[in-house]
């Protein structure tokens, strides 16, 4: 009985142990290890506190230590496993701040994109409005200028030439005068200004020019010796100039008609007028938007008889430019400028839109001088055409014309011929051209201290073309042509002109087989290269003869091409 006893007793402890086992394992799964102390404690009160009176006592024990092996295994797992969130969360916190700091970027990104944006699209809409402005404004400048025009031609209508026009042998039968210079003279005058002046009240112009040139003219030189009528002949003209003046007076609507591709110019060649016609024919020109004006042979002289039988003076032709915001070219040609004209000149230059000024055989010793001086030394000279040709300048300014020549100013074109300069002068001119790369021509001639043969020829030529070898000639100026050099650049384009130059020096040592003398430091490596570079010499040198005159003699490319590739 007591066995049966001590049997129930031990299957109750066992099954304790089992119910505390399973409750360990349930909350193990469930995710929980706040049991664990109830789990050690339950095995160390059944190790220490019962295990005594099992007869078995080895097998509980090392289910014990198996049990508390696989927890201690289980617990360094779980470890392993808060350290692996504690590190995702950390990760997640880091990843959740760059989130934040690429949203903060992102809409600053976004604004400033935006605000850019806007900021083209105001522009572009600006300048679209800008256009859309600007091309009603041209269409309503257009359409008011055609009204202008229109309404100047129905003001015209019944417009009559009120002058009589006579021919020279009515003029010398009705007593007008009895000379027949001077029948000739008032006859040619009337004919052409009535047909200047009819031109101008039908809204045309009297003279058309290549390039889309359209002017008025007026051209009254009788021969070469240029005769001067006294007063009272030219005041026969009188009445002819008044119908003139008021028609130029009210032809500006045609001028500001003109296409802008059009160049509307006016000149007076040769023009013979006294003190009252002169300031009629001024005041009709002052404002007149003509885009050149010309005056040639006009000088009225300094004296009083001068005054009643000379053209347009130089104070009436600065009075007539200073009121033109138009002017593009101004030329003078025999009107005599004084020293107190200089100033105004210059100033016009500067302060104008002036591009090209001529002033042709005007100046008195010491004036040209003093003219050239000034407009090379007041400031920047806008000009690309230059001519003071029979001026009677000397080698004063020449130190300050290569100087300025040596800066590469816009300047393309000077002529200063028949002047006083020498040879030396020359030679200064030539060397400021090796700086100089806009200025394509450049007339010397007729210069009385100056010849073809002289120092000052041979320093263009070298300057231009220095044949002394390959790479002096390819260190020439390129862009300049003087009339002084046998040969000079007459290809508008400057690489055809470099080339035509080396091509030419190559041809001329061909003759002579010397083409191999110069090549001894030339590595065989550049065999390819040279026989490249001398086909695109010869093709430009056929260009330049296209299109250039003198043509330049020349052999064909396998001549020297021959000639090198003997060498090696």
């Known amino acids: 009985m007591s066995d049966k006893k001590s049997s129930l007793a031990k299957e109750r402890k066992s099954n304790d142990g089992r119910a505390a086992t399973v409750a360990v394992n349930y909350d193990v799964v469930s995710g929980g290890i706040t049991h664990v102390g109830c789990f050690l ?51 997640c916190e880091r990843l959740e701040e760059k989130c934040s700091s690429l949203e903060n970027l992102f809409e600053s990104k976004f604004d400033t994109l935006s605000f850019d944006l806007d900021q083209k699209c105001d522009s572009l809409a600006n300048r679209l409005e800008a256009k859309i402005d600007s091309a009603r404004a041209q269409e309503t400048d257009k359409a008011l200028k055609r009204h202008e025009y229109n309404e100047m031609l129905i003001k015209n209508q019944r417009w009559e030439y009120s002058v009589p026009v006579l021919s020279m042998n009515e003029l010398i039968y009705n007593g007008y005068t009895e000379d027949e210079a001077e029948a000739e003279h008032l006859a040619l005058g009337a ?66 008609l003109l296409p802008d591709n059009c160049v509307s110019f006016f000149k007076l060649d040769g023009v013979q007028l006294n ?23 006009n000088d009225n002289g300094n004296n009083a008889e001068d005054l009643a039988r000379g053209g347009m003076s130089v104070d009436a032709i600065l009075e007539v430019v200073e ?20 100033e105004r000149l210059c100033s016009v230059v500067r302060n104008y839109p002036l591009v090209e000024l001529e002033i042709f055989d005007s100046c008195a010793p010491g004036i040209g001088d003093q003219m050239l001086t000034a407009l090379l030394t007041g400031g920047d000279l806008k000009l690309e055409r230059l001519d003071m040709s029979h001026n009677n300048i000397t080698s004063l300014g020449i130190t300050i014309l290569s100087d300025y020549l040596a800066t590469n100013p816009a300047l393309k074109y000077l002529f200063l011929a028949s002047n006083e300069f020498n040879d030396s002068d020359a030679e200064l001119i030539a060397n400021a051209l090796r700086t100089n790369m806009t200025l394509r021509y450049i ?36 862009m300049c042509f003087c009339v002084l050099c046998d040969y000079s650049n007459r290809h508008e384009q400057r690489q ?6 080396i091509y030419r020096l190559l041809s001329s040592r061909n ?4 083409n191999v003398n110069h090549f001894d430091d030339i590595d065989v ?44």
């Open 496 to 501: 055809i002109n470099r080339a035509s130059k």
């Open 323 to 342: 009121s033109n915001k138009h002017l593009q070219k101004l030329e003078i040609r025999r009107n005599q400028i004084d020293s107190q004209h200089i």
């Open 191 to 256: 004919r052409g200004m009535k047909i200047a002046t009819t031109k101008m009240r039908r809204g045309e112009f009297d003279r058309e020019r290549s390039g889309n040139e359209k002017g008025i003219e007026l051209a009254m030189n009788l021969n070469d010796d240029h005769p001067i009528f006294n007063y009272a002949v030219n005041n026969e003209l009188l009445p002819h100039w008044k119908e003139f003046a008021a028609a130029l007076e009210q032809f500006t609507p045609a001028i500001n």
């Open 525 to 568: 490596k550049m065999l390819p290269n040279m026989l490249e570079a001398v086909g695109k010499y010869h093709d430009a040198v056929r260009e330049y003869n296209e299109n250039a005159y003198p043509r330049i003699s020349y052999v064909e490319q396998l001549s020297i091409m021959y000639e090198i590739m003997r060498k090696w």
């Open 443 to 478: 007339n010397l001639e007729g210069n009385i201290n100056m010849n073809y043969d002289g120092a000052g020829a041979k320093a263009f030529r070298l300057v231009l073309c220095d044949e002394s070898s390959l790479n002096a000639a390819a260190d020439s100026n390129h």
């Open 511 to 514: 003759r002579m087989l010397s």
């Open 41 to 91: 404690s339950s095995w160390f009160g059944f190790l220490f506190g019962r295990g005594g009176a099992s007869s078995s006592g080895a097998s509980p024990n090392k289910n014990g230590v198996s049990q508390l092996d696989r927890m201690e295994e289980m617990m360094m797992r779980m470890e392993e496993k808060l350290a692996t969130v504690s590190s995702l969360e950390s990760r």
């Open 275 to 297: 003190s009252d016609a002169m300031l009629l024919v001024k005041e009709a020109l002052i404002g007149k938007p003509f885009q050149k004006l010309l005056f040639a042979n």
